[in-house]
């Protein structure tokens, strides 16, 4: 068979290139250090490498949405922590002012300290992680609580249903008491009103179908037919306190993050479910135990000098103590799901990574072994060709 010299040029040439691209791709591997740089490479091991690489993302991402939950859990158990603590204090403040060992001005100063223990829970509620407030549920751009206006009721006369709207400025508490007796919004009805502890009172009088009491800076309004009676300095009849309120103006719904495919948890906390407070929707306080209706309610009674009304309200306190101490519980709980919960999707991505790295990761011994071998082929090939090629009839003549 006769071989042209062309047929040995596109020989040459087929065998150069042949080898060349051999040096290429190892030299691409060892590079990357990666035996799998493109689908051609390997497409079975290509589809599998993407695969694993989404799911290490989607586990990636489930792994940082519990790295921030734990950053919310860890500083709402850190300020519970702190929380409980105040209450002991209040705790052992009430129980001294219900001793009836007292004076009324004692009383007064002891009012002064429970109002500090308010402040630095109110404080502990509006708590922020960042710009996020902690206890708002899922409202977390706004304070989880406000100042506004509550009342305090000495006895039964009224309730909490009877009064529709509290409005105004308050330098203080005030005390309301009547001095007649009949129905709002149908008779007049003669009502009082005092600033400094009842030291002096103003006198006033609700008009026959007028619901609202005027008391200075604030106003009150009553629920028409409200039944009232004339109250007297023991405190029996129709009376009431008004005083500052803290107002929960968060969510009713925690903020819920997804730490798993099929898990999600509340990272944020409602803060009526553990300090109270009154329902802006409603202006009625949230049903006992209320930390923050009983404080409030138990400074007044503190400035007021009445003992009894006192010991009532360390009851209570200590119920609202049981109740914060059980939310800190299952903040530590829900913490303590999620670090698990971390560790186990960190644990599963490192498996995914080693499967992966299995398929596209080199082999760097033999990946240089081979690349020598390949340069050695390539530079023969080469040689061979060269001298091939440069051959013609004129060697052998």
Known sequence: MRISTAQIFSLSLN?????????????????????VNSPSDDPAGMGKIVELSGYQQSLSG???????????????????STASETITAALELAEQASTETYTEKEMQMMALEMEGYLDALYAIAN???????????????????????????????????DFMDLTGELDGNVA?????????????????????????WTSATLAAGDTVLNLGDAQVELAS????TTADDDRNGSQFYLRAACVYTGSSQAMSVAVSESTSED????????????????????DSPNLFETLSDCIVYMENGD??????????????????????????????????????????????????????DADATQLVIELEQANYVYQAVLSTSSSVMSMSLLDYI
């Open 62 to 80: 489930y792994i940082d949405n519990c790295g921030v939950a734990l950053d919310y859990l860890d500083t709402a158990d850190q300020v519970l």
């Open 267 to 286: 990272m944020t906390t409602v803060g009526n479910d553990i300090f109270g407070g009154v329902d802006p929707s409603t202006g009625q306080p949230y």
């Open 127 to 161: 708590t922020q992680l960042g710009s996020d407030s902690i206890f708002a549920g899922d409202d977390t751009g706004d304070n989880a609580y406000e100042m506004g206006l509550g009342v305090t009721l000495p006895n039964d006369s009224l309730t909490n249903a």
């Open 176 to 200: 309301v008491r009547f001095t007649s007796a009949g129905a709002v919004g149908s008779d007049a009805l003669d009502y009082e009103y005092s600033t400094d502890n009842g030291e002096t």
């Open 15 to 35: 065998q150069i290139n042949s080898s060349l691209n051999d040096v290429t791709k190892l030299t691409i591997m060892n590079a990357s250090q990666k035996k």
């Open 225 to 228: 037919g409200t039944a009232v």
């Open 307 to 360: 003992a009894d009304a006192v010991a009532q309200c360390l009851e209570d306190l200590g119920d609202c103590h049981e109740i914060v101490e059980t939310g800190a519980a299952g903040v530590g709980a829900r913490e303590n799901k999620i670090t698990y919960t971390q560790t186990s999707l960190s644990l599963v991505k490192e498996l995914a990574s080693n499967a992966a790295s299995s398929i596209e």
